[in-house]
C-alpha cells in the first residue's frame, strides 16, 4: 500500500474519489413517486395517455412554439427534423465539423450530403462567418448544435437562412431549457430537438422530442411517423418521468452553471484545461458536458488521452471530445469548401467534463481540481509511461 498521497490513482496509489464519479440519474423522491403512481394506476402499460399530453404542453409552452412531437431518441428526432423540413436525396445539408456523430449520419442516410464547416476557435461552435460560403441551390438545412457548454450564434444563421429559404435545425440535447438571447433553446431555429437519453441532463433512458411552429413540418414528421401505428414511440411510462425533471429544469441548470464556475475557477491558475467561451451577459449555460481545451503542455507533454484515463483512476468523468466528423468519415461522402482548420484542433485538444458532478456539493465538486493538481504534479512520471498515452478507440467518448 502506498502512503504517497501524490502517487495517481493510475500507478497504484489511492484516487481522489474512490467511489468514482456520481451516479445519473441521481435518487430522486419525486421519481419514486412517479413509479409508485404508475404501478397503481396501470398508465406504464399504456401506449398515450394524460403523461404524453403533458408533457406536450409542457415542451409547447415552455418552447413558445404551436407543435411538439414525442419520438424514441434525439437521433431519431434529428432525423425526423430533416425529414420535416423536406431534405431529399441530392440535396445538402449544412453541420459544424465538429458535432455529434449521428448527426452526419442522419443527413446520409436521407441520401443528402453532409458539408462541413469550419469552428470558432474561442467558442468551439459551429463558425456562423465561414457558412455563407459554402451555401448552393442545393442548400436544404442548417444544422446548428450547441455544444459543451458553448452556443452557435443562432441569430446570424436564421437571417442567413430566411434569405435563401433554408431551414434551421436546432440540436439542443445538450442544453435543454437554457435561454439564448432571449429564446428557448430548441426554439431559435424551423425545427428544435431534444433528447431524453441516459446520461442526458432531462432522462428517460431513452427518448426525444420535435418543436416546431412551423405546421408544414409538424405535419411532414407525422405522416412519416404514423404507419397505422407510431414508428418512433414515447411511451407513457418515459413522458411520466419527464415531467417532473422538465419542472427541476431551470433550478438544475442554475445550479450546474454555477458549480461550472466555480470549478474554472479553481482550475484556471493551473492552466492546462481552458474553458470553451460562451455569451457573458445574464446567460446561463445547460452544461450536459463542460467542455475545455486541453493543453498537454501544462502537463510536461502529458498526451490527452493519457491525461483523461489519469482523471478517470482518480474518480473524474473526463473524456476526450467528439471526433471531429471529417477525421471519421471517407472524404466522399461530405463536401467542405473551406479550411477546417479549427475542428482539427479541436479533434487534437478537447476535453469533457460529465455533468453529473456539478449537482454536488462544493468540496466534492472540488476534488476535480484536486484531482487535476494531483495528476500535474506526476504528470513527468506519468509521461515516462508510454503505455498509459497508446489511444484506444473505446476510451473515445461518443456522447
Ligand atoms: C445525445 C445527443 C444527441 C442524440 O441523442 P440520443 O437520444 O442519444 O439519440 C444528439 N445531439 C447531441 C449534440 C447529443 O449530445
Known amino acids: 500500500m502506498s502512503h504517497d498521497g501524490d502517487l495517481p490513482a493510475i500507478l497504484g496509489g489511492d484516487p481522489v474519489r474512490a467511489e468514482g464519479p456520481p451516479e445519473w440519474p441521481p435518487r430522486d423522491e419525486e421519481i419514486a413517486a412517479v413509479f409508485d403512481q404508475l404501478a397503481r394506476t396501470g398508465d406504464w402499460g399504456r401506449y398515450h395517455g394524460p403523461h404524453t399530453e403533458q408533457l406536450l404542453s409542457l415542451l409547447r409552452e415552455s418552447h413558445r412554439v404551436e407543435h411538439a412531437w414525442l419520438c424514441s431518441s434525439g437521433t431519431a428526432a434529428v432525423e425526423l427534423a430533416l425529414r420535416g423540413v423536406g431534405v431529399e436525396p441530392g440535396d445538402e445539408v449544412v453541420l459544424s465539423a465538429y458535432d455529434f456523430k449521428a448527426n452526419f449520419v442522419n443527413v446520409l442516410i436521407l441520401g443528402a450530403t453532409p458539408v462541413l464547416v469550419d469552428v470558432d476557435p474561442q467558442t468551439g461552435q459551429l463558425d456562423v462567418q465561414a457558412v455563407p460560403a459554402v451555401l448552393t441551390p442545393r442548400t436544404k438545412a442548417i444544422v446548428i448544435s450547441h455544444l459543451h457548454g458553448g452556443v452557435v450564434d443562432a ?48 432522462s428517460a433512458g431513452r427518448g ?47 445550479q450546474r452553471a454555477g458549480a461550472a464556475q466555480q470549478l474554472v475557477a479553481e482550475l484556471a491558475p493551473l492552466g492546462g484545461l481552458i474553458p470553451w467561451q460562451c455569451p457573458k451577459d445574464d446567460f446561463v449555460p445547460g452544461y450536459y458536458k463542460v467542455g475545455f481545451h486541453y493543453r498537454s503542455k501544462d502537463f510536461a507533454g502529458l498526451s490527452r488521452e493519457a491525461f483523461c484515463r489519469a482523471m478517470r483512476a482518480e474518480g473524474v468523468a473526463i473524456d476526450p471530445g467528439f471526433r471531429a466528423l ?45 484531482a487535476m493538481r494531483k495528476i500535474q504534479r506526476a504528470a513527468e512520471r506519468l509521461v515516462a509511461r508510454k503505455d498509459l498515452s497508446a489511444v484506444h478507440a473505446t476510451s473515445l467518448s461518443e456522447h
Not at 412519416?224 to 422538465?246: C, F, I, K, M, T
Not at 419542472?247 to 441548470?253: D, H, T
Not at 479550411?339 to 476534488?367: F, K, Y
Open 326 to 370: 471529417h477525421r471519421i468519415h471517407a472524404s466522399r461522402r461530405f463536401r467542405v469548401s473551406a479550411s477546417l482548420a479549427n475542428a482539427e484542433r479541436i479533434d487534437a485538444t478537447v476535453v469533457t467534463l460529465h455533468h453529473p458532478v456539478l449537482l454536488e456539493e462544493s468540496n466534492r465538486l472540488l476534488q476535480v481540481a484536486a
Open 208 to 254: 426525444g422530442a420535435i418543436l416546431t411552429s412551423r405546421t408544414d413540418v409538424f405535419e411532414r414528421i407525422r405522416r412519416h411517423v404514423l404507419r397505422g401505428n407510431d414508428a418512433y414511440p414515447l411511451s407513457e411510462l418515459q413522458a411520466a418521468l419527464v415531467v417532473p425533471q422538465w419542472r427541476q429544469l431551470a433550478a438544475r441548470n442554475t
Open 155 to 202: 441569430a446570424t444563421v436564421r437571417e442567413l437562412a430566411a434569405d435563401r429559404n433554408i431551414a434551421v435545425i436546432e440540436d439542443a440535447c445538450q442544453c435543454p431549457g437554457i435561454t439564448i438571447a432571449d429564446r428557448p433553446a430548441g426554439a431559435c431555429g424551423d425545427v428544435g430537438v431534444l433528447s431524453f437519453g441516459g446520461s442526458k441532463l432531462v
